[in-house]
């Protein structure tokens, strides 16, 4: 499973991209909104920081217009992904966006329908949201576990990215699931690292050591 940042903000992704953990990016307009910084001005840094894909979300809601944006989007980097919602004329959007070899992220993926009718439309990657699944009493990395069984069965090249992560939970849960990628906020991040057993050893070790100096 590939780890990406969901994030907006550079200097967090800065941090994250020295240590060589992540490989790409997600945002939406809720994340760049919380940069402080307008779309235009941070996705070109975000795609000089990481190897991988740097998806960024259009605002239109019409196809035409989601076409029309994301066109203007690859241009700025080779390692931008557009970012389009799972609604009809966003389906039709990744349909002519996929012809013209532009990848995609079917964005705001709840059901497992949804991700059939996303994968076939041809996007590269799905988002389904977990969290958002929690908050309604659903199950939402039962979601991908389903997602991943369908698209093995069916033989479906279209990726999964899971979204909206909140714990170490999720990532463990998705991580078994066999999600192709686990995008990930960066609270989130720098707890995976943790382990009070890792502090406590690692204490223990330095004592040790210490002691077997005065001897
Ligand atoms: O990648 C999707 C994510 O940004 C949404 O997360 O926590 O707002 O549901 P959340």
């Keep these: 499973m590939k780890i990406f940042m969901d994030t907006a903000n550079v200097d967090e992704i800065k941090e994250f991209a020295d240590q060589g953990i992540v490989y790409g990016v ?7 909104a919380r940069s402080g910084r307008t779309q235009a001005d941070v996705i070109p840094e975000i795609c000089r920081l990481v190897p991988g894909p740097v998806s ?4 239109s809601q019409d196809c035409e217009g989601m076409v029309r944006e ?9 390692n931008v ?9 966003g389906l039709k959007a990744i349909k002519i966006l996929s012809a013209e070899g532009i990848r995609t992220n079917c964005t705001l993926i709840f059901s497992l329908a949804q991700a059939m009718l996303a994968a076939r439309a041809g996007a590269t990657y799905v988002s389904p949201f977990i969290g958002r699944l929690d908050d309604i009493g659903e199950d939402g990395c039962k979601l991908v576990e389903d997602m991943v069984k369908v698209f093995r069965t069916y033989n479906l090249p279209t990726q999964i990215i899971a979204a909206s992560i909140r714990s170490r939970a999720h990532v463990d849960r998705v991580m078994l699931a066999g999600a192709d990628i686990a995008t990930i906020p960066t609270k989130v991040l720098k707890e995976l690292v943790h382990h009070e057993l890792t502090d406590k050893g690692l204490a223990k070790f330095m004592e040790d050591y210490q002691n077997s100096l005065q001897k």
Excluded: F, G, Q, Y
């Design 56 to 59: 960024a979300e259009v605002i």
């Design 70 to 78: 994301a066109r203007e989007l690859v241009k700025i980097a080779a």
């Design 81 to 89: 992904v557009v970012k389009i919602p799972c609604i009809t004329e």
């Design 26 to 32: 997600t945002t939406n307009p809720s994340l760049v």
